[in-house]
């Protein structure tokens, strides 16, 4: 290579000659010259053959990105981009050569720019505001690049020119500014470096997908690029040999995806992320793939579909990223890809804004997502998804929301509906946890272990199912399985503070208590407002005989009903009983009848047996869903020799 007057170009829209000027003069002031256009054309340049040599001799390429690069799809600097592309054709794939920065929230899988920019490392510089990081690894790479040089202009190597002290020196001075330059890139410099594999050893096979993002311009459409981003989650899900986490903890990095941290928090090896684009029945669903460790970008394609494709649609990018991953597809990936779904396109909007309205736990959600799922019914009768959704908010709002006849009603409807998707799609997990959720809710213990064991082989790496069967496991005495798979859920979702919930209930009533406590203030660190959690811990203390922490626990939250239950037992152990009183008939004036078999633990551990029995009477009456509690619950351990308690435990059928 000839030598180059300026080893670097910065190549930006006009717009944002402002912060191309600060990167110019941060790096001038490292040593560093620049070719910018503003200050290098002198009168009498040929300017366009003077920007061609610039980039033919340059030693790195700098393209500035922004939003302002985003607005103009036509611009001389794109020009330039073009002509740096076409000499990277002639590069080896090991020289370093494009360094894009971007000055502003630009997101990678958004930005208008050539595919072989998204190949390397980006940097983010806000507003053009250099750190000395950056500077320091321009050095490095200009480094790198022109060593070649000195060899090619006749320059002596340096074993000839420099003894060996010296040259010990040097050595030492380059490694000590390249650990420098590590130890400052990790704060300053881009999103997609990763950490050395020996820091960061996720599973080769293991992926999360953040939510695609909405360019449709309608926020309205949320729930659309959300839900298809969910579909696309469980496609990967069902290969084999992929590990994928779930749905909770990698929408969790809505608002800042940054891919290093995801994928620590996450331990995954790669990130899918993309956009959606929706106009009527047609979309444009653009996804790339970055290898997490190394920050490459390891596959991206674009699709335009029509909805009624979505499924072919599906199949194409799961089936893409399993090979950019090297992943042997063991089985036929379509079939189980588009089992139970829809080629109607109305019917698939309307199934997305049902699974939207079952995310929140609220009645008025809840029958918005029944009314959702009934209209993709009718649109497609052969829905088998859209039936298996209906029948778990069916299930849901029969145990939560509803009361009197209608909590029969609600659940009858739950059942047909769980064998009206098994009879459509007899392989679909979702149908077999639809019908385990309504057996576990109307306690039929046997035969729900049954349905979840199926619906786990059929979806193991569903961590909703895992914490569905990992509980019922427990509650039934088999705590050593039941926390494998509570412990492998949280491996999946390891942000979604239902996953840590969930284990520490395992571990509460598998009498691992001071697991449960850690667990439990897992679940608080990542939502304070987490309602159950400090009640549940404060349970946890109770049975370790802390008492003062159960007590300060329990009254973090006062007024949920789960603090309110462990208060009542808690003060009363502390000799507070008209406190311990006061919040029994807090709960019965909130939540009445509904938590019969909470009412008979307190009396239960208040030593009052003959009241304890005879709420848990009223439990059987109702059919109380807490009533699966009862085998190992330890709140029950006074009442456990007495025949009328035994009576009521052979009454409910465990299995054994």
Request: overall charge negative.
């Amino acid at each position: 290579m000839a030598e180059v007057s300026h080893p670097v170009f910065l190549s930006y829209a006009s717009q944002d000659a402002e912060a191309a000027q600060k990167i110019a003069e941060a790096l001038r002031a490292g040593g560093i010259e620049v070719f910018l256009d503003q200050s290098e054309l002198r009168g009498g340049d040929a300017w366009d053959q003077k920007i061609r040599h610039e980039i033919h001799d340059c030693a790195l390429f700098i393209p500035i990105i922004s939003q302002r690069t985003q607005e103009r799809l036509e611009g001389y600097f794109r020009h330039e981009w073009k002509l740096a592309i076409e000499r990277t054709h002639h590069m080896a794939e090991q020289m370093p050569f494009l360094v894009p920065v971007v000055i502003d929230g630009t997101r990678d899988q958004e930005a208008f720019v050539p595919d072989t920019f998204r190949a390397v490392q980006w940097t983010r510089l806000p507003g053009g505001e250099t750190p000395p990081a950056f500077v320091e690894r321009i050095k490095g790479l200009l480094s790198r690049e022109l060593s070649p040089v000195a060899a090619v202009s006749g320059a002596a190597p340096i074993r000839e020119r420099v003894s060996k002290p010296v040259l010990l020196a040097i050595v030492a001075v380059i490694v000590f500014a390249v650990l420098a330059y590590l130890v400052a890139d990790k704060f300053w410099i881009s999103r997609h470096l990763a950490p050395s594999a020996a820091a960061f050893a996720p599973p080769v096979h293991s992926i999360a997908v953040l939510p695609f993002v909405n360019l449709s311009g309608d926020k309205e459409q949320e729930y659309f690029s959300d839900g298809l981003t969910e579909e696309l989650l469980n496609s990967l899900a069902a290969i084999e040999g992929l590990q994928v986490a779930a749905r909770t903890s990698s929408f969790s990095f809505r608002e800042h995806p940054d891919i290093v941290t995801v994928a620590h928090k996450l331990n995954v090896a790669s990130v899918l992320e993309g956009s959606v684009r929706r106009s009527g029945n047609t979309i444009r669903v653009t996804a790339q793939l970055i290898n997490a460790v190394t920050g490459f970008h390891l596959w991206s394609k674009t699709y335009d579909r029509d909805l009624g494709d979505v499924l072919k649609l599906q199949t194409e990018i799961a089936t893409a990223v399993a090979e950019a991953l090297k992943v042997a597809l063991l089985s036929d990936v379509a079939a189980k890809i588009e089992l139970g779904g829809t080629h109607n396109p109305a019917a698939f909007d309307a199934y997305l804004r049902g699974r939207k309205n079952s995310e929140r736990e609220e009645i008025k959600s809840l029958q918005d997502a029944i009314v959702a799922f009934t209209e993709a019914i009718r649109l497609d009768p052969n829905y088998a998804l859209a039936f298996a959704g209906r029948s778990i908010a069916y299930s849901e709002y029969a145990a939560d929301f509803a009361t009197g006849e209608a909590v029969r009603e609600s659940f009858d409807k739950a059942l047909r509906d769980a064998h009206q998707a098994l009879a459509l799609a007899p392989e679909l997990a979702d149908g077999h946890q639809a019908l385990a959720s309504y057996l576990e809710l109307t306690l039929d213990f046997a035969q729900a272990g049954e349905a979840y064991e199926q619906a786990r082989s059929l979806a193991p790496g569903n961590a909703q199912v895992l914490r569905g069967s990992g509980m019922l496991a427990v509650y039934l005495g088999h705590s050593e399985p039941g926390l494998g798979a509570l412990r492998r859920a949280v491996v999946l979702d390891p942000l979604n503070p239902q996953s840590h919930s969930a284990l520490s209930h395992g571990l509460y009533f598998s009498r691992q208590y001071r697991e449960a406590v850690a667990t439990a203030t897992e679940v608080i660190s990542l939502d304070s407002d987490y309602q159950s959690a400090p009640g549940h811990r404060g349970l946890a203390y109770y049975a370790l005989g802390e008492l003062e922490r159960a007590r300060a626990s329990c009254e973090a939250k006062p007024a949920f009903w789960t603090s309110q239950w462990c208060l009542a037992v808690t003060y009363d152990k502390l000799g507070r009983h008209a406190e311990a009183e006061a919040m029994l008939a807090k709960m019965k004036a909130t939540i009445g009848d509904a938590a019969a078999y909470q009412y008979a633990t307190i009396y239960a551990q208040w030593g009052n047996t003959d009241k304890a029995l005879e709420w848990l009477n009223t439990a059987m009456r109702l059919r109380d869903s807490g009533l699966e509690y009862l085998k190992t619950d330890p709140l029950m351990d006074p009442l456990r020799q007495d025949p009328r308690f035994q009576a009521v435990e052979r009454a409910l059928n465990f299995p054994k």
